[in-house]
């Protein structure tokens, strides 16, 4: 498993749960603080790979429960602001890890 892998100028982040790295623990238990920590996740990757959440081209949102679109939603919107990236959410059956909720990956480019 890798976090991320680069090719060429695009850099592809694998699905990012809401584990806080600094703790190994879980975020939250609710969509808000997990679509947080997910997102400081894929942005700490990015970083990494000298890119940044303003360069995402797309993401894959997962939702165990749909009913929380609303939740991850707007938290997605106020962290990418007027940056709109393609994305597709869906509800998946299950996500790896007790108590996850949400998991996002991307794909984005280097500048």
Same mark, same amino acid.
């Given at each position: 498993?890798?976090?991320?892998?680069?090719?060429?100028?695009? /850099?592809?982040?694998? #699905?990012?749960?809401?584990? +806080?790295?600094?703790?190994? $623990?879980?975020?939250? *238990?609710?969509?808000?603080?997990?679509?947080?920590?997910?997102?400081?996740?894929?942005?700490?990757?990015?970083?990494?790979?000298?890119?940044?959440?303003?360069? /995402?081209?797309?993401? #894959?949102?997962?939702?165990? +429960?749909?009913?929380?679109? $609303?939740?991850?939603? *707007?938290?997605?919107?106020?962290?990418?602001?007027?940056?709109?990236?393609?994305?597709?959410?869906?509800?998946?059956?299950?996500?790896?890890?007790?108590?996850?909720?949400?998991?996002?990956?991307?794909?984005?480019?280097?500048?």
């Amino acid at each position: 498993y890798s976090p991320g892998m680069g090719f060429e100028r695009l /850099v592809f982040v694998s #699905g990012q749960g809401a584990t +806080d790295p600094a703790t190994g $623990q879980l975020a939250g *238990a609710d969509a808000t603080a997990q679509t947080e920590q997910c997102l400081k996740n894929v942005e700490t990757i990015l970083k990494a790979a000298g890119s940044s959440l303003q360069h /995402v081209l797309r993401c #894959g949102v997962f939702l165990l +429960d749909m009913n929380e679109f $609303q939740q991850m939603n *707007a938290v997605y919107s106020r962290i990418f602001g007027e940056h709109r990236p393609a994305r597709t959410t869906i509800q998946a059956a299950g996500l790896p890890g007790e108590g996850l909720r949400v998991e996002i990956d991307c794909i984005a480019y280097v500048p």
